[in-house]
């Protein structure tokens, strides 16, 4: 069994062997003939087994140079598909964007006008939830949501939030006044345990009554748990409107209410082509809100 084949003394093999040419596969790889010479001879070395045949001005495969091409051949391509797949072509820089799952399914149909504006600048989204998980990933923009009031010269306010109630189609039709809240199970968004309490109060409801019939941890679970007619949910106006958009079962029944919070983009510590790009994408995602 033959071990630690290098893999340049492959490719260079198989560039001599579709070029039959020790100076054409010089040219295409970047190497002096003496170069692309010294891989093969080293490949058969290894081997044990003569490639090619050498002529005066012609360069011919052997029987087990031609079989051996095929399994080279394959390889090659496995490698390059499997390196496409998992680390996609070539770009400039990839920045590593963190925002709540809602805010990156709210982007999600957006990104295709960035993409298209800058082609060699990749995305990688990450969601965040809590601080401990926020450490383990350094990142280079951030979209948070604060208090409006928040003064942080690194932070760009994108918009102001706003609040509203959501319910599944059939549940809201039994939503005759805002009262008629009350009288679902309320659907608690954990780290947004105000919003209830805030919207009920800015319409003069009473609060007292409302206790978390079922809570979640995320917006977009609170969207669905509330499509699939189980309670009612308040949550951020923009949110609803975009799953509204794209075919969710729900329905905002009552008016939008000031949560005093808005979302911000910052700009996180990156190496100077990282923040190129990354100032890049926050000038775009501002042109969003």
């Not at 990142?139 to 949501?145: A, G, P, Q, R, S």
């Not at 009262?179 to 009473?206: C, E, M, Q």
Request: charged residues 20%; neutral net charge; hydrophobic residues 45%.
């Amino acid at each position: 069994m033959k071990q630690n084949l290098n893999l340049n003394w492959l490719r260079t093999f198989d560039a001599a062997a579709r070029h039959l040419s020790f100076t054409a596969a010089s040219h295409e790889l970047g190497l002096t003939q003496t170069a692309v010479s010294q891989h093969i001879k080293a490949l058969e070395t290894k081997l044990g087994q003569k490639l090619f045949i050498r002529r005066a001005k012609s360069l011919q495969l052997t029987d087990i140079g031609q079989a051996y091409l095929v399994s080279v051949r394959d390889a090659l391509e496995h490698i390059a598909f499997s390196t496409s797949g998992l680390f996609g072509p070539e770009l400039d820089t990839t920045i590593i964007l963190r925002a709540s799952a809602a805010m990156i399914i709210w982007l999600s149909p957006k990104l295709s006008a960035f993409q298209e504006a800058h082609p060699n600048i990749g995305i990688k989204l990450v969601t965040s939830l809590w601080q401990n998980e926020l450490e383990k990933h350094p990142v280079d923009v951030e979209i948070l949501l604060a208090a409006q009031n928040q003064f942080d010269p690194h932070m760009v306010k994108l918009s102001d939030e706003r609040i509203v109630p959501v319910c599944g189609t059939q549940t809201s039709t039994k939503i005759q006044r805002l009262a008629d809240l009350t009288k679902l199970d309320a659907i608690h968004v954990l780290g947004f345990d105000d919003h209830w309490a805030r919207y009920l109060s800015a319409n003069g409801l009473p609060t007292d009554n409302i206790s978390p019939r079922i809570v979640v941890d995320t917006s977009v679970a609170a969207c669905e748990i509330a499509a699939s007619e189980n309670g009612c949910a308040i949550m951020f106006e923009r949110f609803a409107q975009q799953a509204i958009a794209t075919g969710r079962p729900i329905k905002i029944v009552g008016d939008p209410v000031a949560n005093g919070q808005s979302h911000y983009v910052v700009q996180r510590n990156t190496t100077p082509n990282e923040k190129r790009a990354s100032t890049a994408f926050c000038e775009w995602v501002a042109t969003c809100f």
